[in-house]
């Protein structure tokens, strides 16, 4: 062969390869060299409910890496309500809430959530994710300002990217950078958002600042409560409630794969946003209308709550218990204040590893590193339902204690 050829074909070859989409992936070794270890704390298989106690691999571990706070998910109620649902309904609706797949149930749900939230209207949404997209993609537009929390959920950091507004984040619960930001575009409509519980922190936003510099100058405010509905509040409606402020915010979302008990995602507010949200939401239109159990689930859920005022109390019992558990152990729970506690390691793999110890030791507990954490901030992020007994949550904080001292931690 000629060797003009030779090289010409050689050359290709290495344009080919480094022209490949899927180089990426062949060079994404990070998360195989933990599974090489041992340490790979991801997409474990649970073969039960999400109850205080799961079982994985065949044996039973303490749960306390799951968000069903108030310990719903498994409840007789809400398990009958949706299989009574199906029984009516069906699997599925088969079409977007816009055109064939608007049961009766939903508007009825959306009624009902309203009334909760102490809102005019609600929009359901198959998935708490599409929620913000939808939301916020179609409120903000090309003269708008968006202006967002560093640590918000990545649902909100993407809502925003599909928005044509322009979007600003501020420094975590930092007022005074927010309020810097929203005197360079005192001139646009601007719209807030920020999480009630940052979901990896644990800490509550400061509300009432964000509320007193939105009334200042003229700018909305947006809530994603996903943390905070059923955890917050005297009746469990959320950081708003929590603060006094349901009249003040002009938008609260929320998620039903927490407290809620099952899967899809809600926005509450005014009539005519609700309505506007409505026609312009691509994440809602051009999606299938959630499922008739799901409904089903979250409808009685709500009920539950509103009946049993206990299993807020409890989880508060239950969350108290904890913090100070931990602190007193010597560990770093950051700036926590509710059923979401970080224990902070800083290194990914020393995070990586305690993960693994405390397995053994049959806790279940999530491991979060950059970037759903900052760099050097790795964490083990634990969470608390109501259902949880005494006894086992001091089986968690003796695990962590052994493991605490083993790795040098505490």
Same mark, same amino acid.
């Given at each position: 062969?000629?060797?003009?050829?030779?090289?010409?074909?050689?050359?290709?070859?290495?344009?080919?390869?480094?022209?490949?989409?899927?180089?990426?992936?062949?060079?994404?070794?990070?998360?195989?060299?933990?599974?090489?270890?041992?340490?790979?704390?991801?997409?474990?298989?649970?073969?039960?409910?999400?109850?205080?106690?799961?079982?994985?691999?065949?044996?039973?571990?303490?749960?306390?890496?799951?968000?069903?706070?108030?310990?719903?998910?498994?409840?007789?109620?809400?398990?009958?309500?949706?299989?009574?649902?199906?029984?009516?309904?069906?699997?599925?609706?088969?079409?977007?809430?816009?055109?064939?797949?608007?049961?009766?149930?939903?508007?009825?749900?959306?009624?009902?959530?309203?009334?909760?939230?102490?809102?005019?209207?609600?929009?359901?949404?198959?998935?708490?994710?599409?929620?913000?997209?939808?939301?916020?993609?179609?409120?903000?537009?090309?003269?708008?300002?968006?202006?967002?929390?560093?640590?918000?959920?990545?649902?909100?950091?993407?809502?925003?990217?599909?928005?044509?507004?322009?979007?600003?984040?501020?420094?975590?619960?930092?007022?005074?950078?927010?309020?810097?930001?929203?005197?360079?575009?005192?001139?646009?409509?601007?719209?807030?958002?920020?999480?009630?519980?940052?979901?990896?922190?644990?800490?509550?936003?400061?509300?009432?600042?964000?509320?007193?510099?939105?009334?200042?100058?003229?700018?909305?405010?947006?809530?994603?409560?996903?943390?905070?509905?059923?955890?917050?509040?005297?009746?469990?409606?959320?950081?708003?409630?929590?603060?006094?402020?349901?009249?003040?915010?002009?938008?609260?979302?929320?998620?039903?794969?927490?407290?809620?008990?099952?899967?899809?995602?809600?926005?509450?507010?005014?009539?005519? %946003?609700?309505?506007?949200? @409505?026609? #312009?939401?691509? +994440?809602?239109?051009?999606?299938?209308?959630?499922?008739? *159990?799901? !409904? =089903?689930?979250?409808?009685?859920?709500?009920?539950?709550?509103?009946?049993?005022?206990?299993?807020?109390?409890?989880?508060?019992?239950?969350?108290?218990?904890?913090?100070?558990?931990?602190?007193?152990?010597?560990?770093?729970?950051?700036?926590?204040?509710?059923?979401?506690?970080?224990?902070? %390691?800083?290194?990914?793999? @020393?995070? #990586?590893?305690? +993960?693994?110890?405390?397995?053994?030791?049959?806790?279940? *507990?999530? !491991? =979060?590193?950059?970037?759903?954490?900052?760099?050097?901030?790795?964490?083990?992020?634990?969470?608390?339902?109501?259902?949880?007994?005494?006894?086992?949550?001091?089986?968690?904080?003796?695990?962590?204690?052994?493991?605490?001292?083993?790795?040098?931690?505490?």
């Amino acid at each position: 062969m000629d060797s003009r050829l030779v090289q010409d074909t050689q050359m290709a070859l290495k344009n080919h390869k480094e022209a490949d989409i899927f180089e990426k992936c062949r060079r994404f070794t990070a998360a195989k060299e933990i599974m090489d270890a041992g340490i790979y704390p991801y997409f474990r298989m649970i073969e039960s409910a999400q109850d205080p106690e799961v079982v994985v691999g065949g044996r039973k571990m303490i749960m306390i890496g799951s968000n069903n706070y108030l310990g719903l998910t498994n409840h007789p109620r809400v398990k009958e309500a949706a299989i009574e649902a199906v029984r009516k309904y069906g699997s599925g609706c088969a079409g977007s809430r816009f055109l064939s797949g608007t049961l009766d149930i939903h508007v009825e749900l959306e009624k009902k959530l309203a009334r909760f939230m102490r809102k005019e209207a609600v929009l359901v949404f198959s998935t708490g994710f599409q929620t913000n997209l939808g939301v916020i993609a179609s409120l903000a537009g090309k003269d708008d300002i968006v202006l967002i929390d560093k640590m918000n959920h990545a649902s909100i950091i993407d809502g925003c990217r599909l928005s044509f507004g322009e979007i600003k984040k501020y420094k975590h619960n930092d007022i005074e950078d927010l309020e810097r930001l929203i005197q360079q575009y005192n001139d646009k409509a601007k719209l807030i958002i920020v999480d009630g519980v940052f979901s990896m922190e644990g800490d509550i936003v400061a509300l009432p600042e964000v509320v007193r510099l939105a009334k200042k100058y003229g700018t909305r405010v947006m809530v994603d409560d996903a943390h905070g509905i059923g955890v917050l509040g005297r009746t469990g409606r959320g950081t708003s409630e929590h603060f006094g402020l349901e009249d003040e915010v002009d938008l609260i979302m929320g998620t039903y794969s927490k407290s809620l008990a099952s899967i899809g995602g809600f926005i509450a507010g005014s009539n005519e %946003v609700i309505h506007y949200i @409505k026609h #312009f939401a691509r +994440a809602f239109i051009f999606s299938a209308s959630p499922p008739p *159990a799901s !409904v =089903a689930s979250v409808s009685a859920a709500i009920d539950i709550i509103e009946e049993e005022p206990e299993r807020i109390e409890r989880l508060w019992h239950n969350t108290k218990k904890m913090l100070s558990g931990f602190k007193a152990l010597g560990f770093d729970t950051g700036a926590s204040e509710t059923p979401i506690i970080p224990v902070i %390691v800083g290194d990914d793999m @020393k995070a #990586f590893t305690m +993960a693994r110890m405390l397995h053994d030791r049959g806790v279940f *507990a999530n !491991v =979060a590193v950059s970037p759903a954490v900052p760099n050097g901030k790795a964490l083990i992020r634990t969470s608390y339902m109501a259902t949880h007994s005494d006894e086992q949550l001091d089986k968690v904080l003796k695990a962590f204690e052994e493991v605490g001292k083993i790795l040098g931690i505490i």
